[in-house]
């Protein structure tokens, strides 16, 4: 006999396999070198042996959730300031605190989110943060995939700017491929305030140059929205293009305070825009238009924001919230329908970070990111809509296990590559400590 040869079965559950594909019942998918080597029903499926099956009964695979918009070490903040204005909120907690973070710190809150992450069934995020190499090394770990950009924050002082650009391309020439080719790196300038237009400029030339994506914060706030109007008479989006800062590779956060002459120059450029509901609800900067954007045809991906803002790191949490706040704001129940949040938090997510052709959805060839989730719980009873039923009645604490890389993450919500309790320990010591200093 010649039976097929794989590496792990995921055998007699429910298959959501997103990107135009319908629900699977009764399925399988197979996974050979970190690919999807067969996704389908059981009864189709070839003759093969593997040496790892998880027997699924109850349970339902669908591709894993993908994080666009995150600052992950700001786990340790979690907590700290709360209930204040976005201005206060970063003069007086975490601008302060930030600076007085050490590389080790930075591993220790990346792994604390990275283990989040896992435990909610996101198995890629977009990071932007300080001391990224940490971050590298906590993806490695944690078994994640990551796009990861240095942050560069220049607030008046050009050299510090500078320096900050040059850190940022040695991050990404160095990290490129990283953790067995987990790790795309970009380059991650704060925002067009943070930033002045001569380093903004430079970013640009270093990203053509080196053809690396960027990731920046755009129209967050409406009060530096208003500064860069009165200074420069032109929005935020307008002088971003009047310095041709905007291409297809920009992965932009937030986008809220936009009108209808952005929303073009955003379509003309091919900006991708990720939405962070919970974190502009909570800072109040305002609702995105997301029935716009995707209307116009920008490609929208869902991110949680770092964990000062949110505060969890849970997509299932933010998928709701995003189809109803879009809901109210447009005062129409039809807006934003389950599944296509779903697609926002997966297939839509890997076109925001150019990873489309490897993730976010289940198709042979693809990468092997999946999660399980398990349907037996009373919240996702009775199952009459599967879409309906995740978007609305799921939270992270459902998923069973996460896969990323055909590999194993967590099984049984059991996080397998390392060890909990001691991460959430370090962590914990490390954020006290932090206050201290
Ligand atoms: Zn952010």
Same mark, same amino acid.
């Given at each position: ?30 996974i ?14 070839p ?15 669908m ?26 909120? !970063?003069? /007086? ?11 080790? =710190?930075?591993? $220790?809150? %990346? @792994? *604390? #989110? ?27 770990k ?22 900050? !650009?040059? /850190? ?5 020439k ?5 953790? =067995?080719?987990? $790790?795309? %790196? @970009? *380059? #991650? ?8 237009e ?30 860069i ?8 989006v307008?002088? !971003? ?81 995003a ?33 489309e ?17 398990d ?12 879409y ?17 890389d055909?590999k ?19 962590a ?10």
């Amino acid at each position: 006999m010649n039976f097929d040869q794989v590496d792990l079965i995921i055998r007699d559950c429910t298959i959501l396999p997103l990107a135009n594909m319908e629900i699977i019942n009764d399925g399988l998918i197979a996974i050979k070198d970190g690919k999807i080597s067969y996704v389908g029903k059981v009864v189709n499926a070839p003759e093969m042996t593997a040496e790892n099956v998880l027997e699924s009964q109850g349970k339902l695979a669908m591709p894993g959730l993908i994080n666009c918009h995150t600052h992950l070490a700001m786990t340790l903040f979690r907590g700290l300031a709360e209930d204040i204005t976005l201005e206060r909120w !970063l003069n /007086e907690t975490i601008w302060p605190l930030e600076a007085k973070l050490k590389p080790q =710190d930075v591993y $220790i809150g %990346a @792994l *604390l #989110g990275c283990l989040e992450m896992i435990k909610n069934g996101i198995t890629c995020f977009a990071d932007m943060y300080f001391f990224e190499p940490e971050v590298a090394e906590a993806v490695k770990k944690a078994g994640l995939r990551a796009v990861l950009a240095s942050a560069i924050i220049e607030a008046g002082d050009f050299e510090k700017g500078r320096k900050m !650009l040059k /850190e940022a391309v040695g991050f990404a020439k160095r990290y490129q491929g990283y953790a =067995d080719g987990r $790790i795309t %790196a @970009l *380059l #991650g300038p704060h925002t067009a305030f943070t930033c002045s237009e001569e380093l903004l400029a430079r970013v640009r030339e270093e990203a053509s140059k080196t053809d690396l994506g960027i990731h920046i914060h755009i129209a967050e706030s409406k009060e530096m929205a208003m500064n860069i109007r009165k200074e420069r008479q032109l929005s935020e989006v307008e002088f !971003l293009e009047k310095i041709s800062f905007l291409e297809d590779d920009v992965l932009a956060a937030h986008c809220i305070h936009l009108d209808e002459k952005d929303i073009a120059i955003l379509v003309k450029k091919g900006v991708k825009v990720a939405h962070n509901p919970v974190a502009n609800m909570k800072l109040a900067q305002g609702i995105a238009k997301i029935k716009e954007l995707i209307d116009a045809g920008i490609t929208v991906g869902l991110g949680t924001d770092g964990a000062a803002s949110n505060n969890s790191l849970d997509m299932f949490e933010s998928m709701k919230i995003a189809a109803i706040l879009q809901k109210t704001n447009y005062k129409d129940p039809t807006v934003l329908p389950a599944r296509k949040i779903l697609e926002m938090a997966t297939i839509k997510g890997a076109e925001a970070l150019g990873l489309e052709d490897q993730i976010g959805s289940l198709e042979v060839g693809k990468k092997a990111d999946i999660i399980l989730v398990d349907l037996s719980k009373p919240n996702l009873t009775p199952l009459h809509e599967l879409y309906a039923n995740l978007v609305y009645s799921a939270h992270g604490y459902d998923v069973d296990s996460t896969i990323v890389d055909g590999k194993i993450l967590m099984e049984n919500r059991e996080v397998k590559t390392f060890n909990e309790k001691e991460v959430m320990e370090h962590a914990q010591n490390t954020a006290f400590n932090l206050l201290k200093r």
